[in-house]
């Protein structure tokens, strides 16, 4: 028998320890799908104290010397016998930098920790240094998989390192491209020849990103039509140039969700279970009520075949906030429906919808806030769900909602492009169809396709047809696990 290849993830976050957004989501699902394909996992974070709080047992593993900006840190690593990921987890432990309240990235006033370069470059050192003895864990993994700007420079200090494992990068989002200062850049102590349009160097700054793009020995992105779009000035955000000459080692992997968590049959944040087998129609229709009512709406029957629009998302430009605030009165006003809507971000987003909201009392429900729950609960007891991405890498809840039997509606861009069909009066026909699809970003055409889903709304046989379809689709993460378990053979 072979030995298992062996693999260390690398991230900011994992679901159910520490989420900010989909990136969570697959550092959770990722590392148990290659597990279940015979790999040796394990996953890397930072200690932060939110993890801490939640983990029983601790062994400290072993202690590293790590340059930081300007001071060496004195790190432990942390062995755990926490059952949360599924796989086991390891922790960089720098009490200076992680031992700190709330969100990995953020100050609890809502700006960005002031030394986040030196949090994300000490745990990427960290982690290069631990992958390349194998002293400390008595295990040493074949390839080294990291994920975002956090852990961009990764790639770069295994290359500083004699033995040490390839590494694989997965690009979850360009628009977050760890970009610090040339004061930072000395501070760190980064090897000077990094300073270089060839190497790090980007614009003037440096990006821990490109770094990532740059060293890494294999390059993912989270879909393939994102993959295509982020080598064009459009979706490049200054990258396109140094991703098209490095596109002999990029590759789209479409994530997957997971389908024990997404599971409309068991989750138990649903008031009442239902499945492509089982009382989908009736088991909708019970959640959309029970939704409603936690949202302080208490409805006659007949009052609930308004249709009902969710949406769920961080409030950033990303997510296409603005187009739904200037659609949302075109739909109010003309037509019969309800609109829900959670999300936290940006304030002035927050702000708009707030005053939104207080112009469609009753039909216009908002949350601003984060909750696994009511997301699970919006998912099933929504009609249609909307992602108006301006661009979307992968996006994971237009797949929860297909599994929801939530027909999703969304803008034509990346990952959203790679797993939702329009309903097309051809597309209906032949069975393939399974949400709403608009191509321009403008409010015109995304009012175009939701007057469509209401419209179709209204058509009982094709609705339940559409529902039907959707709920059928399969995307676990069998398949692209087993992409990733091909990309690691051709670098070991
Ligand atoms: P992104 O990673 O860009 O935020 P994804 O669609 O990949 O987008 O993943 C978003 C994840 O975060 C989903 O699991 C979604 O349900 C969750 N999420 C986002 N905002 C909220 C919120 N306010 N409350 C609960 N879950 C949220
Ligand atoms: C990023 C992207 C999102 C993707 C997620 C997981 O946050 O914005 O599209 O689904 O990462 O890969």
Known sequence: ETEAMKILFAASEAYPLVKTGGLGDVVHALPRALQQQGMDVRVILPAYRLILEQIASL??????????????????????????????????????LFDRPGSPYLHPDGYNWHDNAERFTVFSRAVAQLASSGDILDWKPDVVHGHDWQTGLLPAFLKLIPEAPTSVYTIHNLSYSGVFSHEEFTHLQLPSEWWSADATEFFGNFSMLKAGIVFSDKITTVSPTYAEEIQTPGFGYGFDGVLRSNHHKLKGILNGIDQDIWNPATNSYLPVHYSLKHRYLAGKRSNKQALLEQLGLFLQDDQLDTPLLGFIGRLVEQKGVDLLLQIIPSILDNHDARIVILGSGEKHYESALREMAALYPQRLLLTLGYSEELAHRIEAGSDVFLMPSRFEPCGLNQMYSLRYGTPPLIHHVGGLADTVVDATQENLENGTATGFVFHEPSAASMLHAVERALKLYQNTAEWHKLIRTAMAQDFGWTKSASEYIQLYSEIT
């Open 59 to 96: 062994r400290i593993a072993g202690w590293l010397q790590v340059q930081g900006a300007g001071r060496m840190h004195m790190i432990r690593i942390l062995e755990t016998d926490d059952h949360h990921l599924g796989v086991p987890l390891l922790l960089v432990d720098a009490t200076d």
